[in-house]
């Protein structure tokens, strides 16, 4: 890639992200409140996203020995108990990870 091209990949992909951030101002303006949309959508879509991942995540999980489907299950046990507890979702996930990669590295 020549240097005129990084620098019109770079000012693409500049331009976009600007107007991507500006985008929902232009969209729903400066209220006070929120649309019933976005507020909808404020309510929906973390518990849609934490769906979604669990169900990736889990896809692929066999039965057919132990080793296979014990670390996810604990995994996503701790992944729902740090939620219940400390309700953030970077701890939860963070957590759920770090105990996943634990067990799978050093346990099963």
């Not at 507020?39 to 169900?55: C, E, Q, R, T």
């Not at 999980?61 to 014990?70: D, E, G, H, K, L």
Request: overall charge positive; charged content about 10%; glycine content about 4%.
């Amino acid at each position: 890639m020549s240097t005129a091209e990084a620098l019109i990949t770079i000012a693409v992909v500049a331009v976009l992200t600007f107007l991507l951030r500006f985008l929902p101002f232009l969209l729903f303006g400066r209220k006070e409140r929120p649309s019933p949309v976005l507020d909808s959508l404020n309510k929906l879509l973390p518990s849609a996203i934490i769906a979604v991942l669990v169900v990736y995540c889990l896809k692929n999980v066999s039965f057919q020995q132990i080793n296979t489907f014990v670390p996810e299950l604990i995994a996503v046990a701790v992944v729902v108990l740090l939620h219940l507890w400390k309700r953030n979702n970077l701890v939860s996930i963070g957590g759920g990870t770090v105990v996943y990669m634990l067990l799978v590295q050093l346990v099963f």
